[in-house]
């Protein structure tokens, strides 16, 4: 009985022995398994870094026994994440895990994401794995299979462009005066009565204004005669042109010749004549509460021939009477207007007048120095509170003043005055795009976004700020359709990012030299394998900002000349 007890803890023995032999055998060949991943150096995108990881597993090293469970993990200063583990097993394991064939070998595989952090700009990509075979266990050696995260795609610009709302200023107005004369059945000549009614006395005084003022023209003086739709065709034809001439007479004595010449007169005259004012009948007689209105213009609309629309008025005679008392003698008559251009304030005099008589500028004169004649922000801001000082309601002069503030970083006075002037207006589109702006600089890309689609019409700032919101999420196609028509180094970058070199070369070569723009030149040199460019680039983009040499050393980029006594001397 004890002999056979012995031999029994004998192959139990053997038995574990076998068993974490091999497992060790494991761990010593474990070097003969390879790992490659895509792309060879992780890439951040929209804030996301994929990765796809392949393990090629040689014949004989995965026991029929064992069970393995690979775990890749990135590593960096400060930290580590592990990515999804998977666990494989060989022929003679009973579970549910991918088999891996001794006699064969096989691959593993893991994809995924993960989401990008600073800290991982230098970091590597590890694998870690545990060999198991019944209750024994094994830690693997861990393998080095990728290094850092490339983040070219980081050096995006979050430099929106805000947007002012534009101004109605006009330096020559135009404005005008009317008045009318009214006469006699048959008669054209004009009458003292007439000429003392209160709309001529205004006639006479605006002109009398406009021959005083230096900064005043006439621009067009129109004289229109009419003649009443009763009597004949030939009379009425010439009352209505006579009473256009006794009209013109009449202006002749009020417009001083020393203003306007007689050669200057017969440019801006325009004289015309309705012989029949048919239309002005109908409109007074809509406007009328005679009896037999709807009769009358059932007659205007049935007949067109002027003698037959007289007949059928006049064989109403009661109607008739009324119409001869009541509006017929409106409609004999000629309708002068004046028309002149006013030339407002200099450039140079509204700027000294915004400061020295502001209550000499108006709104859109305000708005109009803000946009255009004032390059500093200060003075700008000026300008747009005097606007909407002028007009507290004005939607334009508070988003203007926001439009400062957030030139200046001011983000919580710019606030303000927007949401002052979406309580004026809702949804004017550069309101929506500046409270994008606020959204975008304080990290809330999504919500950017909506402000920044809705406010389209605000022209090509906001195309600019698309663009930058779909680098930040990795859509780089979009990106280029926003900032094609654009130079700027948002555009090159976006250019790269889809994989044109050469275009985001060119870019940068339109643009003015900056660290950033010869820093991307020295990115699109490595990759193009141009050694000469990565340093050249590199030494004037740190040149230009000594901060840049420690982004060198660790952009992963750059991972190729790391070793290269030449790099280490530029970036050192």
């Known amino acids: 009985m004890k002999k056979l ?117 230098v970091a590597t990509l590890v694998m870690r794995a545990t060999a198991s075979a019944g209750d024994e266990s094994i830690e693997l050696p861990e393998r080095d299979i990728a290094r850092g995260v490339i983040a070219t795609s980081n050096l995006v610009q979050v430099d929106p462009k805000p947007t002012a709302a534009p101004d109605k200023f006009q330096r020559v107005t135009t404005h005008e005066q009317m008045a009318d ?15 003392d009614q209160e709309d001529i006395k205004e006639l006479e005084t605006f002109t009398k204004d406009v021959e005083k003022a230096t900064n005043k023209n006439f621009s067009q003086i129109t004289l229109h005669g009419y003649a009443s739709p009763d009597g004949p065709i030939d009379l009425n034809e010439k009352l209505s042109t006579g009473r256009r001439e006794t009209a013109n007479e009449y202006l002749d004595g009020v417009i001083s010749k020393e203003v306007l010449s007689e050669d200057a007169a017969q440019r801006i005259y325009d004289g015309r004549a309705t012989t029949e004012d048919w239309e002005g009948f109908k ?103 005097l606007a909407a000082e002028i007009e507290p309601n004005c939607a334009r002069a508070h988003n203007n003043i926001a439009y400062v503030h957030l030139m200046q970083g001011n983000l919580d006075e710019a606030e303000d005055a927007l949401e002052r002037a979406n309580e004026i207006k809702e949804g004017l589109p550069f309101v929506l795009n500046n409270m994008g702006v606020i959204a975008l600089q304080e990290g809330n890309v999504e919500e950017a976004k909506e402000y920044f689609q809705d406010a389209t019409d605000a022209g090509q700032p906001v195309e600019y700020n698309l ?33 044109d070199q050469q275009d985001a070369s060119t870019m940068l070569n339109q643009l003015e030299d900056s660290g950033m723009s010869n820093y991307l030149q020295a990115v699109v040199a490595a990759r193009n394998n141009d050694q000469e460019g990565v340093f050249s680039n590199l030494r004037t983009a740190i040149q230009m900002n000594d901060e840049l040499a420690e982004m060198a050393a660790t952009d992963m980029e750059f991972l190729e000349y790391m070793e290269n006594e030449t790099f280490n001397s530029i970036v050192e």
Not at 359 to 380: P, R
């Open 467 to 499: 663009g930058i919101v779909n680098i930040i999420q990795g859509d780089y196609e979009a990106a280029l359709n926003y900032l094609q028509n654009q130079d700027s180094f948002n555009t090159a970058l976006a250019m790269l990012l889809s994989g």
């Open 181 to 195: 004369i009214h006469y006699v059945i048959e008669r054209t000549n004009v009458r003292q009565s007439e000429l």
């Open 5 to 121: 007890n012995y031999l029994a803890s004998f192959l139990i023995a053997a038995l574990i022995l076998s068993s974490c032999g091999g497992l060790n055998q494991m761990r010593e060949d474990y070097s003969t398994l390879t790992f490659s991943t895509t792309p060879q150096v992780l890439e951040t995108h929209g804030g996301e870094v994929e990765y796809s990881i392949e393990g090629e597993i040689p014949p004989d090293w995965f026991r029929e026994d064992a069970t393995v469970e690979f775990t890749p993990v990135l590593t960096y200063e400060g930290g580590e994440t592990e990515l999804e583990a998977k666990t494989y097993q060989g022929s003679d394991v009973e579970a549910n895990n991918m088999v891996i064939s001794q006699e064969e070998g096989g691959n593993i595989e893991f994809n995924g994401t993960f989401t990008y952090e600073e800290d991982m700009r």
């Open 283 to 385: 409109t007074l007689v809509q406007e009328s509460n005679i009896q037999d209105k709807d009769l009358i213009l059932r007659v205007l609309n049935m007949y067109s021939d002027p003698e037959v629309r007289e007949k059928e008025i006049k064989n109403m005679a009661e109607t008739f009477e009324v119409l001869a008392e009541d509006i017929l003698p409106k409609l004999r008559r000629t309708d002068m207007t004046i028309q002149i251009e006013k030339e407002g304030l200099s450039d140079a005099e509204i700027k000294n007048y915004i400061y020295s008589q502001p209550d000499t500028i108006d709104l859109e004169t305000a708005l109009y120095a803000g946009n255009e004649l004032f390059t500093n922000a200060n003075q700008k801001l000026e300008a747009y509170e």
